[in-house]
């Protein structure tokens, strides 16, 4: 993102050099406007479903959809707590009602759980990012009301395709997910092995890896998790 | 349909908080509690993305790319006219409806080209919007091979979509 980030502002803020030098300032000024407008409302939206989440935590009625969803979940997530899990069950759920800012909130304690403060992310964040980001909605209301608005005389004419879109595109992104997990975790056995080769013959070798003992003892607690 | 869904959930949720004896109020204040603190650890993302994206838009460099762009996308199978819809989608979910309005307008929604960003739109999320806001919270940064494969996954998908319209 930090890249895109900086080529978008470079490439835009040197156009606007040229064209219309007043214009730079205002228009970041505008979109940061419209960011403290945008984030007025979610406040006030993650307030109302935070809430609501919490009565569904502690009714016990949150437990009960993620143990409906567990099967899908732990095919998804293997090797994940179960609090992790019930974020990503109400994440998944508002997702697929098309309540993207409902699902935010969950989304982001989700992470915060599966992660485990690690800063590369992990096969179980990689994903929740790539699930939530092919979007799994059933109802694209916001682009069905946008129709309406138009006068379009069959607002919901493109559901069919849309569906088969959102689809496919989920299917592909967890089974391109899974892949990459494989192929990664298979590279990891490889450079383990040859971590402990490493220490059988040269004590020196030994020596150099347990220079760096937070890196190894990462590498075999992340094995542990994903044995389990 | 999903009109009554979230109600019907609602009000079972809180009829259930009843029998169980368990008091619905002091919860919802409670977790209503955090979305300001939440709030502001996803401010600064939310600024710093969206002031990139308006100014992305109003210097014409995201029409000039999605011109450039444009070939490509047909190749793909998708309309041209759409390209600049394709590239901000992923960016952010008010410019590209904005995008979305435009295309409507112009081209009018019952049309192919309305129908395909239709398509687009609703089927697709703002990946890079999503996945900033989602790591906001904690210190995982690194995402590996997530993103290029949420962005390749949506571009087939939406290619998928469009070519079942033309089916249908």
């Given amino acids: 993102m930090s890249k895109i980030w ?10 606007l050099l040229f064209v219309n030098p007043a214009g730079a300032v205002e228009a970041m000024l505008v979109g940061s406007n419209s960011a403290l407008t945008l984030a007025m409302t979610l406040v006030a939206t993650y307030g109302f479903w935070l809430g609501f989440f919490a009565v569904l935590e502690k009714t016990g009625i949150a437990d009960l959809i993620s143990r409906l969803l567990r099967p899908v979940i ?20 508002a997702n697929l009602l098309g309540l993207g800012n409902a699902a935010t909130p969950m989304g982001i304690k989700a992470v915060e759980l599966l992660g485990n403060n690690e800063e590369r ?19 694209p209301s916001t682009v069905i009301s946008m129709r309406i608005a138009h006068h379009s005389a069959f607002p919901t004419a493109f559901l069919l395709a849309c569906t088969v879109a959102t689809v496919c595109s989920t299917l592909i992104g967890v089974a391109l997910c899974k892949i990459f997990a494989k192929l990664g975790s298979k590279n990891s056995t490889g450079y383990r092995k040859n971590l402990g080769s490493c220490h059988k013959k040269a004590n020196t070798y030994a020596q150099f890896i347990d220079a760096s003992p937070t ?6 607690t992340s094995r542990a998790q994903k044995n389990e | 349909m999903s009109k009554y869904v979230i109600p019907i959930i609602f009000l079972t949720v809180l009829v259930t908080a009843f029998f169980r004896k368990k008091d619905p109020y002091s919860y919802f204040v409670e977790g209503s509690r955090s979305a300001l603190s939440l709030m502001l650890e996803v401010f600064p993302y939310l600024l710093t993305i ?14 000039f790319v999605a011109n450039l762009t444009a070939p490509i996308f047909r190749l793909m199978g998708l309309p041209a006219e759409l390209s600049e819809l394709m590239l901000l989608r992923p960016l952010s979910g008010a410019g590209s409806l904005a995008v979305l309005d435009d295309i409507f307008a112009t ?3 019952d049309t192919y080209i309305g129908n395909c960003a239709s398509v687009i739109y609703g089927s697709s999320e703002t990946i890079f919007y999503v996945s900033t806001i989602y790591l906001s919270k904690c210190k995982t ?5 997530a993103l290029p494969v949420a962005v390749f996954s949506t571009v ?8 079942v319209l033309r089916i249908c």
């Fill in chain 1, 6 to 15: 900086l080529i978008m502002l470079i490439s835009s803020v040197s156009t």
């Fill in chain 1, 74 to 93: 732990r095919f998804l997530f293997g090797g994940s707590s179960d609090e992790a899990q019930k974020y990503v069950a109400m994440n998944m759920s």
């Fill in chain 1, 121 to 139: 992310a992990n096969d179980n964040v990689k994903m929740l990012i790539i699930i939530s980001s092919t979007s799994l909605q059933l109802l």
């Fill in chain 1, 215 to 220: 890196n190894s003892t990462k590498l075999k």
């Fill in chain 2, 50 to 63: 969206m002031m990139a994206v308006e100014v992305f838009k109003v210097s014409g460099v995201s029409g």
């Fill in chain 2, 107 to 109: 081209y009018g929604a």
């Fill in chain 2, 141 to 145: 940064k690194k995402l590996g091979y």
């Fill in chain 2, 156 to 163: 087939i998908g939406c290619i998928i979509g469009c070519a």
